[in-house]
């Protein structure tokens, strides 16, 4: 049983540019550049900060996994008046700070499953490359030094604001813009900021300073992507004014186009309002990895569409935990039935070359998965519509369960049967890694805690079993019994007793 939707699977993606979804063809035939913003490094991560990187390592698992090179590449911005301001408060150091909260950020991103990132770059290490686009924005017209301080001139840009579909009057209206009488129009943006005494600074052409943050992902995007880049994501909330500016001055710089697809994903919300350190409601990733699974934690993220905002709470966690549960209670069955770990299911990572069609199948089970899996990766292609493919997994895991009912797998080993049981738990588990799901079966599967775990209940079972033989009942009782209070659960079966978390 192997998957391929043909070479006819197309794949399309939402723009923001042009408000529509478009056909996804990458500026070089099979080979995808995706830059997605990064944090400020200035406080530990909330998970907010994680919606972004887990939907775009997705984006990029499912790339790779369609036979797309990706190179997908996030910036760290390590200089930045919040981190000034921080360092301040700390009696601390920029670099100090920036470092040990990168720290934290990569330590998230590893818990979460992200592994696809390619590149961080940080805006502290492209300095020159950043006064080189400052100067060629001057030399032609579209940015003026002024008191040590650089402007991007919006007035000079036709095209400004295309990418919000709004005039700049309109922008001003919505949002905090700095005034200041250094600049020419109230909606000219920082390309380089003069240093105050004491801030951290680089010389430069108009004296010493840092640059903006606009410019550090134009830059940096330029040198490890080049242009254009073919997907450019990023949080709702950086629409404006981050990428119009960035989106301006890059293209003011080039003579063309910067981006082919624009991406934004939807943000984390509590109750009504956005997740953010100024509102003061985030909640930190580190602390919440204590309390729950980093598997609910990324399934909460899938399961809506990217674009769409996404509701937090503990309960809706707790939610997803019991959901898991039923997945983890069939990776155990299939453990019974065939003596081998779904973790260790060997799956294809490349689409498989060979067109595969589920309707040349005789009807039946496998017939039946092939088609659940093509709807699976249909979902994914229709603008990454992980929502839809985390529906598709939950249909094949009852197809799983029923298959294994019908046939009486965990009482009759039929080996046929226990052939076609991997074989669609091994399309099953295809299907989950391209949304980073079910990847690592270690934390409930092996290790030495749960391998002494293992021996610890096989040995009570056989008490158990004992002390019926022998008609010691209330024995037996009182192993039950202590079990539930430990949350778990035997089940009596034909073939022997087994256990389970519940
Ligand atoms: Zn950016």
């Given at each position: 049983?192997?998957?391929?939707?043909?070479?006819?699977?197309?794949?399309?993606?939402?723009?923001?540019?042009?408000?529509?979804?478009?056909?996804?063809?990458?500026?070089?035939?099979?080979?995808?550049?995706?830059?997605?913003?990064?944090?400020?490094?200035?406080?530990?991560?909330?998970?907010?900060?994680?919606?972004?990187?887990?939907?775009?390592?997705?984006?990029?698992?499912?790339?790779?996994?369609?036979?797309?090179?990706?190179?997908?590449?996030?910036?760290?911005?390590?200089?930045?008046?919040?981190?000034?301001?921080?360092?301040?408060?700390?009696?601390?150091?920029?670099?100090?700070?920036?470092?040990?909260?990168?720290?934290?950020?990569?330590?998230?991103?590893?818990?979460?499953?992200?592994?696809?990132?390619?590149?961080?770059?940080?805006?502290?290490?492209?300095?020159?490359?950043?006064?080189?686009?400052?100067?060629?924005?001057?030399?032609?017209?579209?940015?003026?030094?002024?008191?040590?301080?650089?402007?991007?001139?919006?007035?000079?840009?036709?095209?400004?604001?295309?990418?919000?579909?709004?005039?700049p009057e309109q922008m001003e209206a919505g949002t905090r813009i700095e005034v200041s009488d250094r600049k020419k129009n109230p909606g000219d943006f920082a390309l380089w900021?003069?240093?105050?005494?004491?801030?951290?600074?680089?010389?430069?052409?108009?004296?010493?300073?840092?640059?903006?943050?606009?410019?550090?992902?134009?830059?940096?995007?330029?040198?490890?992507?080049?242009?254009?880049?073919?997907?450019?994501?990023?949080?709702?909330?950086?629409?404006?004014?981050?990428?119009?500016?960035?989106?301006?001055?890059?293209?003011?710089?080039?003579?063309?186009?910067?981006?082919?697809?624009?991406?934004?994903?939807?943000?984390?919300?509590?109750?009504?309002?956005?997740?953010?350190?100024?509102?003061?409601?985030?909640?930190?990733?580190?602390?919440?990895?204590?309390?729950?699974?980093?598997?609910?934690?990324?399934?909460?993220?899938?399961?809506?569409?990217?674009?769409?905002?996404?509701?937090?709470?503990?309960?809706?966690?707790?939610?997803?935990?019991?959901?898991?549960?039923?997945?983890?209670?069939?990776?155990?069955?299939?453990?019974?039935?065939?003596?081998?770990?779904?973790?260790?299911?060997?799956?294809?990572?490349?689409?498989?070359?060979?067109?595969?069609?589920?309707?040349?199948?005789?009807?039946?089970?496998?017939?039946?998965?092939?088609?659940?899996?093509?709807?699976?990766?249909?979902?994914?292609?229709?603008?990454?519509?992980?929502?839809?493919?985390?529906?598709?997994?939950?249909?094949?895991?009852?197809?799983?369960?029923?298959?294994?009912?019908?046939?009486?797998?965990?009482?009759?080993?039929?080996?046929?049967?226990?052939?076609?049981?991997?074989?669609?738990?091994?399309?099953?588990?295809?299907?989950?890694?391209?949304?980073?799901?079910?990847?690592?079966?270690?934390?409930?599967?092996?290790?030495?805690?749960?391998?002494?775990?293992?021996?610890?209940?096989?040995?009570?079972?056989?008490?158990?079993?004992?002390?019926?033989?022998?008609?010691?009942?209330?024995?037996?009782?009182?192993?039950?019994?202590?079990?539930?209070?430990?949350?778990?659960?035997?089940?009596?079966?034909?073939?022997?007793?087994?256990?389970?978390?519940?």
């Amino acid at each position: 049983m192997t998957l391929d939707v043909g070479s006819d699977l197309a794949i399309s993606v939402y723009n923001t540019l042009t408000r529509r979804k478009e056909p996804f063809v990458p500026g070089h035939p099979g080979r995808v550049g995706m830059y997605v913003c990064g944090p400020t490094v200035y406080k530990p991560s909330h998970v907010g900060h994680m919606v972004g990187p887990v939907i775009f390592d997705t984006v990029k698992r499912f790339l790779t996994w369609v036979g797309f090179e990706v190179k997908f590449v996030v910036n760290i911005t390590d200089i930045d008046d919040k981190l000034i301001i921080e360092a301040a408060k700390q009696n601390s150091t920029v670099p100090e700070i920036a470092e040990r909260v990168t720290g934290d950020y990569l330590a998230c991103l590893k818990a979460l499953g992200v592994h696809s990132i390619d590149l961080f770059p940080k805006a502290t290490d492209h300095i020159p490359e950043i006064l080189a686009m400052i100067e060629s924005l001057i030399a032609k017209g579209h940015a003026y030094p002024s008191a040590g301080d650089v402007y991007f001139d919006v007035s000079s840009d036709a095209d400004y604001g295309k990418l919000c579909n709004r005039d700049p009057e309109q922008m001003e209206a919505g949002t905090r813009i700095e005034v200041s009488d250094r600049k020419k129009n109230p909606g000219d943006f920082a390309l380089w900021k003069g240093a105050k005494p004491g801030e951290p600074s680089w010389p430069s052409p108009w004296g010493a300073g840092r640059p903006g943050w606009h410019i550090e992902c134009s830059a940096m995007s330029f040198k490890w992507l080049g242009a254009p880049i073919d997907i450019h994501g990023g949080g709702l909330d950086l629409q404006f004014p981050h990428h119009e500016n960035e989106l301006a001055q890059s293209e003011c710089h080039l003579g063309h186009a910067f981006t082919k697809y624009w991406m934004h994903n939807g943000l984390m919300k509590t109750g009504d309002k956005k997740m953010s350190k100024s509102e003061g409601n985030e909640v930190v990733v580190s602390a919440l990895l204590k309390r729950f699974q980093s598997e609910s934690i990324r399934y909460l993220l899938l399961s809506s569409h990217y674009r769409s905002p996404i509701e937090f709470s503990e309960a809706r966690l707790e939610e997803v935990g019991r959901t898991l549960e039923s997945f983890q209670r069939f990776f155990e069955r299939f453990k019974r039935i065939t003596k081998s770990s779904f973790h260790e299911l060997k799956t294809k990572d490349r689409r498989d070359p060979k067109r595969f069609n589920a309707s040349v199948l005789p009807e039946g089970f496998s017939r039946e998965m092939v088609a659940l899996a093509q709807r699976h990766v249909e979902s994914l292609a229709d603008d990454f519509n992980t929502g839809g493919a985390i529906g598709s997994l939950h249909e094949m895991l009852t197809r799983l369960n029923r298959f294994v009912a019908e046939s009486r797998l965990e009482e009759i080993a039929d080996p046929a049967n226990i052939s076609q049981l991997i074989q669609g738990a091994t399309l099953f588990r295809e299907c989950a890694l391209l949304l980073g799901l079910f990847e690592d079966g270690s934390k409930k599967e092996t290790g030495e805690e749960t391998g002494l775990v293992d021996g610890l209940m096989t040995l009570l079972i056989e008490l158990r079993a004992e002390s019926r033989r022998s008609k010691n009942f209330a024995m037996a009782d009182q192993i039950r019994t202590g079990l539930t209070s430990l949350k778990i659960v035997l089940e009596d079966r034909p073939a022997g007793t087994i256990w389970r978390q519940s």
